[in-house]
């Protein structure tokens, strides 16, 4: 039990200590900021109008819900990009109108970390994370952990991609490979 809090301690320091280093295999990252995802829930408000404005959660077909606009495309994009789509359509019903569009919610960036951890699981982020910082999440490794095995699998579409990750290389002192970073939706592996 003394190993698995030793290693839990020393995960959390190699996280805290290395940082976020240089993204290797880190996801875009649009200018303006966070991307909107699917189960993210928004607050979409159109001032003077209270009969479209209201909370949506963003389906897993990565829609809303709105009156008059039916079915309006939110994930991939910003919340500014959104509200400049959603003002553009509602033009056609409402004169001038003022749209606004704030993320109450996020729940789109999801990981699972699986097998040899203390609680393997999916865990919900608030931001970009790395393959460090699921470790810790998941409560370090067990004393079976294989790290040098770990394994990204990441599915985009109808892909699906295995990237290897050594542990000791990410927390070596010469730099050997950077820290991976993970992206909405991945699981790691550790056998």
Request: proline share 9%.
């Amino acid at each position: 039990m003394t190993t698995v809090r030793w290693a839990g301690a020393a995960v959390a320091t190699a996280a805290l200590v290395l940082g976020p280093g240089r993204p290797l295999a880190a996801p875009p990252v649009p200018p303006s900021g966070y991307t909107i995802g699917p189960e993210d829930l928004l607050d979409v408000t159109v001032w003077n109008n209270t009969g479209i404005s209201r909370t949506v959660p963003v389906r897993p077909d990565g829609k809303i819900s709105l009156p008059l606009l039916d079915d309006v495309q939110a994930a991939g994009l910003t919340p500014k990009q959104l509200k400049d789509d959603l003002t553009r359509r509602l033009a056609k019903y409402i004169s001038a109108p003022e749209v606004s569009v704030i993320i109450r919610e996020i729940h789109s960036l999801r990981v699972a970390v699986l097998g040899e951890v203390n609680k393997p699981g999916r865990y919900d982020l608030k931001s970009r994370a790395s393959v460090l910082d699921a470790i810790a999440l998941a409560g370090g490794f067990n004393p079976f952990a294989r790290r040098s095995k770990m394994v990204i699998v990441r599915v985009e579409g109808s892909t699906v991609t295995r990237i290897p990750c050594d542990y000791n290389k990410v927390v070596s002192a010469d730099g050997q490979q950077e820290s991976f970073f993970l992206r909405p939706g991945d699981t790691l592996i550790v056998p």
